[in-house]
């Protein structure tokens, strides 16, 4: 390896889909700053696996064949490249990698769904979603030069290993399965706020904290008008109340995210209500049960 040459970190993930982005290199600047600012980072997504499936051209239908064989699927891979910071030692890289792990992981997922989040908003598509850790098939950490990382290789990389989950107790499986069977049978309510304070929560996660505070005062509103006609209504009371306390700091986190960025303390009253909101549903949950 050439020593003149400075080395480049890198995240590579491979998930059981297509992407979705035309497959390329994507030049990523931090959020916010302006357009002349330094690149942070390289995207590098790549299509791979499955062979094309041949179009009926002559048919628009044909008749399923019993039991079939599974459809052989692509797999999509991305490389987040850090070019922000080049390592110009190869001792330094090294001794980055002995100690890289799940964090470097989680950063490099988090820019890959900050373009993924930009694909979904200028395709207009709302069933592009953020990927995770537990979706990746494979997730490796590495280094190597400039075009060789582009081109997927590397000079030196290891693979993470998702971690062992610990055993659960039988209860705390069983409960969504019950529950899932409840919702479905029509025993019991999917509430409109359950699913309003999950979208508020990966705009938190994603660190949109603008959207996360507007969605969180839609999920709040939602929350107190449904739980207040609930069956365990009589149940949450302190916990509606709590949350009643959090209308006007959420509405004003709310008005400011009309056209700014959210100040700390907004953004810790919204994250605070959130936490409050998903412990009244579990608090719901554990009352049904």
């Known amino acids: 390896m050439s020593a003149s040459k400075p080395l480049f970190r890198f995240v590579q993930v491979e998930y059981p889909w297509p992407l979705g982005p035309t497959e390329g290199r994507y030049l990523l600047r931090p959020p916010d700053s302006p357009a002349d600012a330094r690149p942070s980072h390289v995207l ?112 030196d990389a290891r693979e993470l290993l998702p971690a062992r989950r610990r055993r659960q107790p039988r209860a705390a499986v069983l409960q969504p399965q019950a529950r899932l069977a409840g919702v479905l049978g029509g025993r019991e309510q999917a509430l409109a706020c359950e699913e309003l304070a999950l979208r508020a929560r990966l705009d938190l996660d994603q660190r949109r904290h603008r959207e996360a505070a507007l969605q969180v005062l839609v999920a709040l509103d939602a929350t107190l008008a449904e739980l207040a006609t609930d069956p365990t209504a009589a149940a949450l009371a302190d916990r509606l109340e709590e949350l009643r306390g959090q209308r006007d700091a959420i509405a004003a986190a709310a008005q400011t995210a009309l056209g700014a960025p959210l100040s700390a303390a907004e953004r810790e009253a919204v994250t605070f209500t959130l936490s409050r909101i998903e412990a009244a549903f579990r608090a719901r949950a554990v009352a049904n049960a």
């Open 44 to 155: 590098v997504l790549a299509t791979l696996g499955a062979p094309e499936r041949r179009r009926m051209l002559s048919k628009s239908k044909r008749n399923a064949q019993p039991e079939p064989e599974p459809v052989p699927v692509a797999t999509g891979r991305a490389t987040v490249i850090d070019v922000g910071e080049p390592l110009a030692v190869e001792a330094d890289a090294r001794s980055w990698l002995r100690q890289a792990g799940e964090a470097d992981l989680l950063e490099g997922i988090e820019v890959l769904n900050r373009a993924l989040h930009a694909f979904r908003l200028v395709t207009a598509d709302p069933y592009v979603y953020p990927v995770g850790r537990q979706h990746a098939l494979v997730a490796r950490v590495g280094f190597g030069v400039g075009e060789q990382v582009a081109e997927g290789l590397w000079a």
